[in-house]
Each structure stands twice: as C-alpha cells, then as structure tokens.
C-alpha cells in the first residue's frame, strides 16, 4: 500500500508540475464517487447492520460504481 500511496503523490505532483490541473481534477474527482459505496459499506459492517439488502445491493453499487468511474470513465 505504500507504493500505491507514493505513485499517486508522484502522479498528482507531476500533475501540478505539468500544468495538467483540470484533467488531474477530473480524475480524481472520478475515483472519489466509487468511494462512496464503499465507505456505506464500511459503516454498515462496524455497525452491525446486517440485512441481505445492505450487504447485496451495497456490494452491487460498489462494484458498478467502481467499474463505471475507473474503468469506463463515464
């Protein structure tokens, strides 16, 4: 996990460093909504809140939500 978390800082500083600003933004603001789904679940878990519905539709959402930014782009 370290070496993802120092990729990302090298890519958002060359980012800065390249004047690439709003496509860097776009990007991240990208990978910040499937992070949504997954911090529902998170919560959910911590708080034993366990129901079928949680646990798949969360799973679903996240998993759709994740695909649609990260892989497909919008």
Partial sequence: MLIHHLATF????SMIASNNLPIGCV???LHDIA???VQYLKC???LNCF???NDVGGALAMII????TRI???
């Fill in 10 to 13: 090298c890519l958002v500083v």
């Fill in 27 to 29: 990007i991240l603001y």
């Fill in 35 to 37: 992070d949504i789904p």
């Fill in 44 to 46: 959910t878990t911590q």
């Fill in 51 to 53: 129901t079928a519905l």
């Fill in 65 to 68: 939500c994740w695909f649609w």
């Fill in 72 to 74: 497909f782009g919008l």
